[in-house]
């Protein structure tokens, strides 16, 4: 049986916003909201904490860049920052990529919560049960 290249190893070049020595960054396939980047390491791994102290503050210093670029390109009024790392955390794609997904006002009637709404049923801590 023949398995499928990773996705992220195998990017065309006109995908490729940036990079760096350790990542690249793309826009998302399936955006969540105007500017919904991904910051992805060049080495396949599936997991963050696989990354080298090296790769890591590279990756982190794209999240950096990213960030910079969607404030000057898009003016969002806030961030949400993801990964999913692992099948039960819903990782589809088994290369490490960190979401920076751009919010709104309004975009979401209240977005209280924000990363606590994977698991709905524990997101709303605030309102008395």
């Known amino acids: 049986m023949k398995i499928p290249a990773c996705p992220f190893c195998t990017l065309p ?3 490729i916003e940036f990079s760096n020595m350790h990542g690249v960054v793309i826009r998302d396939g399936y955006p969540v909201s105007p500017g919904h980047t991904l910051v992805i390491p ?17 990756l982190l210093a794209l999240l950096d860049e990213a960030k910079r670029r969607l404030d000057k390109a ?6 949400n920052i993801g990964i999913n790392d ?44």
């Open 13 to 15: 070049p006109e995908r």
């Open 42 to 58: 060049r080495r396949h791994m599936a997991s963050y904490f696989d990354l080298e102290g090296e790769e890591r503050d590279a």
């Open 74 to 79: 898009l003016h969002p009024d806030g961030y």
């Open 86 to 129: 692992g099948a039960a955390a819903g990782q589809t794609v088994p290369h490490l990529h960190i979401h920076l997904i751009p919010r709104y006002h309004a975009d979401r009637h209240d977005p209280r919560g924000g990363v606590r709404w994977v698991i709905p049923d524990k997101a709303d801590y605030w309102t008395p049960r």
